[in-house]
């Protein structure tokens, strides 16, 4: 079984899905929670991240056909996403969400805390910073260059690590933040908001470029 293929997966997720440049993001949105909580969050956005890129890995095709989606509107889709979460980042907007959602869920148990504010962070950490058209896009590509159910299984076992490797560095989080310090953090948060932007126009256009190669008559030009 040739290893080469499967070195580039690994690189190209790694660099895609970036777990340390996202950190600022967790750390702000997990910001006053209880460490038990924290915990809960870690590993149900692990399993999220485990799931989902599994599901695409091997269905992913599939699943766009059904819907009639291209990967070209997925990026696009995706990249609104980012953009959206990017400028409220850089205005500030994610820190008031998550000091009202800490209000709203003092009463709960570490595991309900964790499931509630699980759900408040499927959009942006889970969808589409983690699991989003870029990453999606990479294990569906790479999929389809599989040459054998070994590196089939090798890939799987890839993303299994990343999403371990990602459990990980969330489970450190709050050591991080508390590194970085309030300003720290509230300034690497706005940094990572622009590049979010920036990451989704890129992905707009990557989308809009795909979609609009064919409609260009090459003679015309």
């Known amino acids: 079984m040739d290893k080469t293929p499967i070195l580039h997966f690994a690189a190209a997720l790694f660099a895609i899905m970036n777990p340390l440049g996202n950190l600022p993001v967790y750390i702000q949105a997990t910001t006053g929670e209880r460490p038990a909580a924290q915990r809960y969050v870690a590993l149900f956005l692990a399993a999220f991240i485990l799931v989902m890129l599994w599901v695409f890995f091997w269905f992913g095709n599939s699943i766009l056909d059904f819907f009639g989606v291209s990967l070209s509107a997925f990026r696009i889709a995706g990249g609104i996403l980012l953009l959206l979460s990017g400028i409220g980042m850089v205005r500030g907007q994610e820190g008031k969400k998550v000091g009202q959602m800490a209000d709203q869920v003092g009463e709960q148990s570490e ?99 795909e979609v609009t190669l064919n409609w260009i008559d090459p003679a015309k030009l």
Do not use: C, Y
């Open 111 to 209: 595991l309900e805390e964790a499931e509630h504010r699980f759900r408040n962070l499927l959009i942006p950490v889970g969808v589409p910073l983690f699991v989003g058209p870029g990453s999606i896009s990479t294990v569906i590509l790479f999929a389809g260059q599989a040459g054998s159910w070994g590196e089939r299984i090798a890939m799987s076992a890839v993303i299994a690590g990343m999403a371990v490797a990602v459990w990980l560095l969330l489970l450190v989080s709050e050591r991080i933040g508390r590194l970085l310090g309030p300003m720290g953090l509230d300034i690497a948060t706005r940094l990572m908001g622009l590049i979010l932007a920036a990451i989704g126009v890129q992905f707009m256009l990557s989308g809009l470029g």
